[in-house]
């Protein structure tokens, strides 16, 4: 399905991000964090990056703790509060807004994809 489905999931992981940031626009101490979406998804499609692998159930997850999506950094504020909390309510809404039309566009992409491929399997009806 080419890359379009670990877009995907990348996309999926940022919007839990995102929506994590706006649902903490009012906590103290609260930082907002972000995912580097061109960063992951380079991440998981280089063939040559070598893997580690536990080797016993107490060792930590090599991933970055979110099941292979990369660690989620922290964003650097425009205008720290004096609460210490880091969210930018407007500038998560509109990368929220952002991500949500470029989810929509992998799916649209992903649908695309499988009815050319029914199509061909149909024998172009």
Same mark, same amino acid.
């Given at each position: 399905? /080419? @890359?379009?489905?670990?877009?995907? *999931?990348?996309?999926?992981?940022?919007? $839990?991000?995102?929506? #994590?940031? @706006?649902?903490?626009?009012?906590?103290?101490?609260? !930082?907002?964090?972000?995912?580097? %979406?061109?960063?992951?998804? !380079?991440?998981?499609?280089?063939? =040559? *990056?070598? #893997?580690?692998?536990?080797?016993?159930? +107490?060792?930590?997850?090599?991933?970055? /703790?979110? /099941?292979?999506?990369?660690? +989620?950094?922290?964003?650097?504020?425009?205008?720290?509060?004096? =609460? /210490?909390?880091?969210? =930018?309510?407007?500038?998560?809404? &509109?990368? %929220?807004? $952002?991500? &949500?039309?470029?989810?929509? &566009? #992998?799916?649209? %992409?992903?649908? =695309? !994809? %499988?009815?050319?491929?029914?199509?061909?399997?149909?024998?172009?009806?």
């Amino acid at each position: 399905m /080419g @890359i379009h489905d670990a877009a995907l *999931q990348v996309r999926s992981r940022r919007m $839990e991000l995102l929506a #994590s940031n @706006i649902a903490n626009a009012d906590t103290p101490n609260y !930082k907002a964090r972000d995912l580097d %979406f061109r960063q992951v998804l !380079k991440q998981q499609h280089q063939p =040559d *990056q070598l #893997s580690m692998r536990r080797t016993h159930a +107490a060792h930590l997850d090599a991933t970055g /703790g979110a /099941g292979g999506m990369g660690e +989620a950094m922290y964003r650097v504020p425009n205008q720290p509060s004096l =609460d /210490g909390n880091t969210v =930018d309510p407007q500038l998560e809404q &509109a990368a %929220f807004a $952002e991500n &949500a039309v470029q989810y929509q &566009a #992998s799916l649209d %992409f992903l649908g =695309d !994809k %499988f009815t050319g491929l029914r199509n061909a399997f149909r024998g172009g009806e």
